[in-house]
């Protein structure tokens, strides 16, 4: 099998730049993200190809150990016998015919045919064309692969996995935390293609100005055309709890646009605009510690919601990300945030490092925030919607790793924070053993001087959800959830800490 490295889409198409895309993932295991960014810089699809394409990979990844089902269904030699090029043909073909319902099936078995021709051998075409034109014949495919996953999975852990296409481990640990019907509607709600969120500067623009010059703009299509970019059939009272928020379908290219550059927007997911807007709730004067920062979305909110004034020292480890918020701080015109790399795992890590500021005084920061943000490194099991690969590329034990990592960076904050202050825990993540485990552990050790702060922000988000209201706990808590079918948005987890 060849995998080009160099070309265009003039050689090669769309659906053979997926192919080489989905091999490249699954044979490495590297991000999806980075390998989707870096091939389409080789082979500069069109917007339009870069969707089809988005749209093939992703599908067939998120759908992955479904699709290898239905292919197990038809086929005599059974997946993990089949060569590895040859599988991922099939795999893209069975999605396109089973969840792309615009795409000829005729078009698909043609294609699919002919990427094996180039990349594999006669008989292997052969093979793909008879297996494909099985599977096409069945009238609806999709309603097929179900019955047969209810007629021959008796498992009921087992039948999840498989019909939502995650590690049966995961369904295990969600079942065990969740039960059986909250876990299958975060597994279908984390399957569904997510909405895109654009975040107004509020600094440079406002958004019924906004609004206006965004229609017309190819590749940005909002969710609303109405000026008044009613989210959810807002009431007038709750319009101004997301005045900073446009819900778009596609955003495809926003970067490139004059917006972006002159730093008017930033794409942010909702889940963590609300983390910092109704939790961390930043205030003019106030002086935050932002730790695991980079690249910087929560950061620069929270600037922008201190209208430039008070100060935020932002601390990550990973220098390339440090730079990306650098970047987005100029681009944003925001003048408050000091950035620092340090591993915020490592105790003492202010008074070890230094910066380019002749004031910068680490002694200084004893005891002196008013807030510490933590956006703790996690499973991001919260963004599966977004990177479906996120499900793949985690054991359990890398959870116990992260929850670990987690407690220390808790620990190693707390000689920064003032008495009174607040510690703002945050994850992207639904995992039991990260977040709540890793409360309780720390106050298990530290309660003497910590408690958590009640929460009680619930009654501003409930009338936003696209779910079902009634089942939105609005009770006080310990801790927040954002479920993903919430919004249609990313899961994320929160609590605040209260130092006495």
């Known amino acids: 099998m060849k995998d080009l490295n160099s070309g265009s889409l003039s050689n090669n198409s769309p659906r053979e730049v997926a192919f080489f895309i989905l091999n490249e993932y699954l044979r490495t295991k590297n991000p999806l993200k980075n390998i989707i960014n870096n091939k389409f810089l080789i082979f500069k699809p069109s917007s339009r190809d870069k969707r089809f394409m988005s749209k093939i990979i992703k599908g067939t990844i998120r ?72 599977i096409s014949s069945i009238d609806s495919i999709k309603l097929f692969i179900d019955n047969k996953i209810n007629e021959l999975i008796k498992d009921n852990l087992k039948k999840i996995s498989i019909k939502y296409s995650y590690p049966y481990w995961i369904v295990k640990y969600w079942t065990e935390n969740y039960g059986s019907k909250k876990t299958e509607k975060i597994c279908l709600a984390l399957n569904k293609e997510p909405s895109f969120f654009i975040r107004i500067n509020r600094l440079k623009n406002l958004k019924k100005d906004l609004i206006k010059k965004f229609s017309g703009i190819k590749g940005i299509n909002l969710r609303t055309s109405k000026l008044t970019d009613e989210f959810i059939n807002y009431t007038e009272k709750e319009k101004s709890l997301f005045e900073d928020v446009i819900v778009a379908d596609s955003v ?71 730079k990306l918020l650098d970047d987005n701080l100029k681009r944003l015109g925001i003048n408050n945030v000091m950035t620092l790399i340090a591993d915020v795992s490592k105790p003492d890590y202010l008074e070890m490092r230094s910066c380019n500021l002749k004031d910068y005084r680490p002694k200084d920061y004893i005891e002196s925030f008013d807030k510490i943000f933590i956006d703790s490194p996690c499973s ?54 990260e977040n709540q485990r890793t409360i309780e552990k720390f106050l298990k ?56």
């Open 380 to 433: 991001a099991f919260g963004t599966i919607s977004k990177n479906p690969d996120v499900k793949y590329n985690k054991k359990l034990e890398d959870l116990h790793r992260l929850a670990d990592n987690s407690y220390n960076i808790l620990i190693n904050c707390c000689k920064y924070l003032k008495t009174g202050g607040m510690i703002i825990f945050y994850t992207c993540t639904i995992s039991h053993l």
């Open 252 to 322: 495809q290219n926003i970067e490139n646009t004059d917006f972006y550059k002159e730093g008017v927007i930033t794409i942010q997911d909702l889940s963590s605009q609300i983390a910092v807007k109704y939790f961390v709730r930043p205030k003019k004067g106030e002086k935050i510690l932002d730790l695991c920062s980079a690249p910087g979305g929560k950061t620069t909110y929270m600037a922008e919601l201190m209208g430039n004034e008070g100060e935020i020292v932002s601390v990550d480890i990973n220098s390339k990300k440090q």
């Open 445 to 500: 050790k530290f309660g003497s001087k910590y408690k958590l702060e009640k929460l009680k922000n619930f009654n501003k988000i409930k009338p936003i959800s696209t779910y079902n209201k009634a089942n939105i706990d609005l009770g006080e808590k310990d801790y927040f959830e954002t479920m993903p079918y919430y919004f249609n948005s990313e899961a994320g987890f929160i609590c605040k800490l209260i130092k006495y």
């Open 63 to 134: 759908y992955l150990l479904k699709i290898d089902f239905c292919i197990d269904l038809f086929s005599s030699k059974p997946t993990e016998r089949m060569d590895y090029s040859v599988l991922n043909i099939l795999r893209m073909g069975v999605y396109q015919l089973a969840y792309m319902d615009r795409v000829p099936s005729y078009s698909v078995v043609n294609e699919s045919v002919e990427i094996a021709k180039k990349n594999t051998s006669n008989p292997s075409s052969k093979f793909i064309n008879a297996l494909l034109r099985k």
